[in-house]
């Protein structure tokens, strides 16, 4: 039998994990999230950050060795070409645990939360694309909110990322979360029985 694999993606901020954790609750449907194998590719003491360290230099830690999250926000969203080295190194790493994460599930559906599906080249791992979307006001406002960021700085990390109508060209399924939540899980709710 050949696995459902849903890669969910979207600009941040634009209701990715809403929609992940209503198929989880509503359908049983492990979720496997990117950002969370991003963290653990950072993690204390790994290869990978002792990289990111010493091209930064170790005011990029805290204390203990973890790494400074917004110090490092700050230097890949406002330089291109640093995003891109740091992406280098992580984005094998999340592969990978990807590849181990689908080779041992035994469920029949996978749900694979990936912010950077189109960036990162992991279409090749799902056999279905939802994009979740929203208009870009939205999107600012929700960022601004989430994650007490500038104008500036949210509009940065907005940018880093492909263009949302470009991703939802390139979707099997288009979200729309424009309206109210229960709008959104009754599309959800659609595109899951298909």
């Known amino acids: 039998m050949t ?8 600009g941040i901020a634009t209701g990715k ?28 003491g790994s290869p990978i950050l002792d990289a990111i360290a010493q091209r930064y230099g170790e005011e990029i830690l805290l204390e203990k060795g973890k790494l400074n999250r917004q110090m490092l926000g700050e230097i890949i969203f406002n330089h ?17 645990r990807f590849l181990k994460a689908i080779a041992v599930s035994v ?10 599906l189109f ?30 960021l500038s104008r500036e700085q949210a509009q940065a990390r ?9 991703k939802a060209s390139r979707a099997d399924i288009v979200l729309e979360n424009t309206s109210t939540l229960e709008a959104l899980m009754k599309q959800a709710d659609v595109a899951f029985s298909k």
């Open 80 to 96: 291109p070409e640093e995003r891109h080295w740091v992406e280098d190194l992580i984005h094998p790493y999340v592969r990978d």
């Open 107 to 116: 469920a029949p559906t996978l749900v694979l939360v990936i912010p950077l």
């Open 119 to 148: 960036e990162a080249d992991m279409t090749d791992l799902v056999t279905e694309i939802w994009v979740v979307r929203c208009s870009e006001p939205q999107q600012l406002q929700r960022l601004i909110q989430r994650n007490q």
């Open 17 to 44: 994990t809403t929609v992940a954790n209503y198929l989880a609750s509503a359908y049983d449907v492990p979720i496997l999230d990117a950002d969370i194998y991003a963290r653990d590719a950072v993690s204390t």
């Open 158 to 166: 907005i940018k880093s990322q492909l263009n949302i109508d470009e």
């Open 3 to 10: 696995k459902r694999i849903i890669g969910l993606t979207g």
